[in-house]
């Protein structure tokens, strides 16, 4: 097999449980090299875990998960911290630094670098606010100083930052308007296009799944219950996928009872 051949990203039985419950259950997943895949699923299918496991944050039970075909389970610290790098992550709950200025968040990784002084860290750190829709003065305030939309386009100019190798996005246009949400699904593209980054996120909004998806892979009880190319995901009569594209409440994935 040659190196382009090579998965980019490549799970095969990872299976996970926490109180002998499995959040994630013999998942099966190849991703090749410049692709977009999305994951879709309810609430606590798994997604975030997944992810989770794959950057090595959670250790799977059992299975092996491969990145360019090396392996990152059981990983030494230092060698992980090296790994890391290649990685922009952009976590569902942002994970940004309440003290820290918002450029000073953007520009995180590159001043612990040390590769850029704080005036030239500043600059592209402005720079990346403005690839998702922020002005500059947006740089000198703290998170707790703007909106929720906010926030979640500055975790996401920080992962975009180095311009890694892999994008992981978690729920990267969750509380946008339509408007920003395909401003932000365009640059998400334009990642994967130009500079050839291999993407995973996870999105609940349609219209954004069929922007960015080259692939979709939907969980149900941490189970794979259909994955196929995205021209797929409205010919497919899978009864998980049609309700979730019809979003309907009838179909197997079953909702909590509501208090009345
Ligand atoms: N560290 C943990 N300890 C215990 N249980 C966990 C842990 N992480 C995840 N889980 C469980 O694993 C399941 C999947 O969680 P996960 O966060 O992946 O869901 P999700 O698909 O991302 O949901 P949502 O769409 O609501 O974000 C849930 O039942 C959750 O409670
Ligand atoms: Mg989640």
């Not at 002998?20 to 975030?48: E, F, M, P, Y």
């Not at 996401?156 to 992981?168: S, V």
């Not at 408007?179 to 699904?185: E, P, V």
Request: hydrophobic share 45%; net charge negative; proline share 5%.
């Amino acid at each position: 097999m040659t190196v382009s051949e090579q998965p980019k990203i490549r799970l095969s039985e990872v299976t996970r449980a926490f109180d002998g419950v499995r959040a994630l259950d013999n998942v099966d997943l190849t991703l090749a090299h410049r692709q977009s895949l999305v994951l879709i699923g309810g609430s606590g299918s798994g997604k975030s875990l997944l992810l989770k496991c794959i950057l090595g944050l959670v250790n799977p039970g059992s299975g092996a998960i491969e990145v360019d075909g090396v392996s990152t389970i059981g990983m030494s610290d230092s060698a992980r911290m090296d790994w890391m790098k290649r990685f922009g992550v952009l976590f569902q709950r942002q994970g940004l630094f309440d003290s820290m200025l918002i450029w000073e968040n953007v520009a995180f990784r590159l001043l612990n670098e040390g590769d850029l002084n704080r005036a030239e860290a500043r600059e592209h750190a402005i720079a990346r606010l403005g690839q998702v829709g922020l002005p500059p003065e947006t740089a000198d305030l703290y998170p707790s100083e703007v909106s929720g939309g906010m926030q979640k386009r500055v975790g996401l100019a920080r992962a975009i930052a180095t311009d890694p190798d892999i994008l992981f996005l978690d729920e990267p246009t969750a509380g946008l308007d339509p408007i920003m949400s395909t401003i932000i699904s365009e640059l998400i593209n334009e990642r994967v296009d130009e500079l050839a980054a291999t993407v995973v996120s996870i999105v609940s909004d349609l219209a954004v799944v069929r922007n960015i998806a080259d692939s979709v892979v939907m969980l149900h009880e941490g189970r794979v219950v259909w994955s196929g190319p995205i021209a797929e995901l409205d010919e497919t009569d899978n009864p998980y996928v049609r309700q979730f594209v019809t979003q309907s409440v009838e179909g197997p994935i079953e909702m909590p009872e509501l208090a009345s």
